[in-house]
C-alpha cells in the first residue's frame, strides 16, 4: 500500500469517527491535515477551519490552517493566522520562518529577511534557522552571505546534509573546485546515498580533470 492509499484509508477512519463527534477539534484537524498531505489544500482549509472555530486557543490547529492557506497562496490570510500563533507563543519558530516564506513570496523580502535574521538571534544554536537564512540568500544571489551562513549551520550540526550540498554548488559556480569537492565529501559522509552529491562531486571530479 502506498503513502497516497494509506492516507486515503486514514481519512475515511476519521471520517467514519466525526460521524459520531461531528465537532471534535482533534478529529476536524485531523482530517484537515490528511488533506493538505494528499495536496487538496481546499479541502484541508475547510476542515482546519472548523477545527479552530471548535478549539480557538490550539496554537497547533491554528498553525496547520495558516499552512494549507500560504499553500493555496492566501497569503493575507496566512500571515494573519501565524501573528496569531507567534501573539500566543513568541518563540514559535516554524510561525516565523512560515510568515517569513509569506512575505517572500509576496515580493516583500525586506520584511521577509528581517524575519529570517530575527529567528537566527531568538535561536542561534538552530541550525535549521541559519540554513533557511542562507537559502533566502541564495534565492536573492548573494552568495557569500548564504555561504557563511551554511558554514554557521554546519558548525552547530555537522550532520546537515543539505547545507554540506549547498556550499559546495556554490564553490562550484565560482570554480573553487577544491573547496567545492571538500564540502561534497563532508556531505557524503554524512549521508552516503544522497543522490544530489553524488552527482554534484562527480560534476565537480569531471570539471577538475
Known amino acids: 500500500m502506498n503513502d497516497e492509499s494509506t492516507l486515503l484509508q486514514q481519512i475515511d477512519e476519521i471520517k467514519k469517527q466525526l460521524q ?8 476536524l484537524n485531523d482530517l484537515g491535515v490528511g488533506y493538505y ?46 501573528h496569531d500563533v507567534i501573539e500566543k507563543q513568541p518563540d514559535h519558530i516554524p510561525s516565523f520562518n512560515n510568515l517569513a516564506d509569506c512575505y517572500e513570496a509576496t515580493g516583500d ?67 573553487a573546485w577544491d573547496e567545492a569537492l571538500s564540502f561534497a565529501e563532508r556531505g557524503l559522509q554524512t549521508n552516503p546515498e544522497n543522490d544530489d552529491l553524488k552527482k554534484l562531486a562527480f560534476q565537480i571530479r569531471d570539471e577538475m580533470g
Open 20 to 27: 459520531e463527534e461531528p465537532e471534535n477539534p482533534q478529529l
Open 37 to 82: 498531505l494528499l495536496g487538496r489544500f481546499d479541502e484541508a482549509i475547510d476542515e482546519l477551519k472548523k477545527s479552530v472555530s471548535a478549539d480557538p486557543e490550539n496554537i497547533s490547529y491554528k498553525f496547520n490552517l495558516a499552512n494549507a492557506c500560504a499553500e493555496s497562496e492566501q497569503f493575507d490570510l496566512a500571515k494573519n493566522l501565524y
Open 109 to 175: 523580502d525586506e520584511k521577509a529577511l528581517n524575519l529570517f535574521e530575527y529567528i537566527t538571534k531568538i535561536a542561534p544554536d538552530n541550525a535549521l534557522a541559519h540554513f533557511n537564512l542562507g537559502n533566502f540568500h541564495l534565492r536573492k544571489n548573494r552568495h557569500i552571505k548564504a555561504a557563511k551562513c551554511y558554514e554557521k549551520a554546519i558548525e552547530l550540526e555537522e550532520s546537515f546534509t543539505d547545507a554540506y550540498f549547498n556550499l559546495a554548488w556554490i564553490l562550484k559556480q565560482v570554480k
